[in-house]
T-cell receptor
Framework: EPEVTQTPSHQVTQMGQEVILRCVPI?????FYWYRQILGQKVEFLVS????????KSEIFDDQFSVERPDGSNFTLKIRSTKLEDSAMYFC?????????????????FGPGTRLTVL | LAKTTQPISMDSYEGQEVNITCSHN???????ITWYQQFPSQGPRFIIQ???TKVTNEVASLFIPADRKSSTLSLPRVSLSDTAVYYC?????????????FGKGTMLLVSP
């Protein structure tokens, strides 16, 4: 079964450093997402990406965050200057094209996550 | 987005059937009901999705009454490996880009 993959599984960085989290979505999917989950808290939406541009973003996704699909397979999340409160699990998800005409919507498939620890 | 309410936690024993009910009183006409499962330190995993009546797959069943103001996820004969957090999500099939809004979920603990 196809799956979303993410690297690295664990990233440790110093406060103020830049990090890039990488994701390889499922190959025929067109919608891509980043979520994060701070330890013990809810899964929170960060950003969605479609047709090479951001389609929606949350309040969390401020100017320190950016996303990119540099080639046909990778989808990255960059945090320019990490803060202690950025420590969390970051999940990438992807979804196939929407079924037109009100059919059952395609589901989002999540990757295993990257645990980011900011010291 | 329709607000959902589900129990914070549930306990069960191996081999039992577990039913987790979710309330979504202000569900909209075009909203679907989706359940995800999450193990510790893993990404959420899709379990089942439905619009009305009953949906069954190899993992679970989803019961949705006629008024659609609630839904029940049914896990037959749970095992220890079913210990996880289960999320009920409600959202439209044709609005926006399907951003998922997770609540706190139900922590299911299965004991021997």
């Amino acid at each position: 079964e196809p799956e979303v993959t993410q690297t690295p599984s664990h990233q440790v960085t110093q406060m103020g450093q830049e990090v890039i989290l990488r994701c390889v979505p499922i190959s025929n999917h067109l919608y891509f997402y980043w979520y994060r989950q701070i330890l013990g808290q809810k899964v929170e939406f960060l950003v969605s990406f479609y047709n090479n541009e951001i389609s929606e973003k949350s309040e969390i996704f401020d100017d320190q965050f950016s996303v990119e699909r540099p080639d046909g397979s990778n989808f990255t999340l960059k945090i320019r200057s990490t803060k202690l409160e950025d420590s969390a699990m970051y999940f990438c998800a992807s979804r196939a094209d929407r079924v037109a005409g009100g059919g059952v919507p395609d589901t989002q498939y999540f990757g295993p996550g990257t645990r980011l620890t900011v010291l | 987005l329709a607000k959902t309410t589900q129990p914070i936690s549930m306990d069960s024993y191996e081999g039992q059937e577990v039913n987790i009910t979710c309330s979504h009183n202000n569900i909209a006409t075009n909203d679907y009901i989706t359940w995800y499962q999450q193990f510790p330190s893993q990404g959420p995993r899709f379990i089942i999705q439905g619009y009305k009546t009953k949906v069954t797959n190899e993992v679970a069943s989803l019961f949705i009454p006629a008024d659609r103001k609630s839904s029940t996820l049914s896990l037959p004969r749970v095992s220890l490996s079913d210990t996880a957090v289960y999320y009920c999500l409600v959202g439209a099939s044709n609005s926006g880009y399907s951003t998922l809004t997770f609540g706190k979920g139900t922590m299911l603990l299965v004991s021997p």
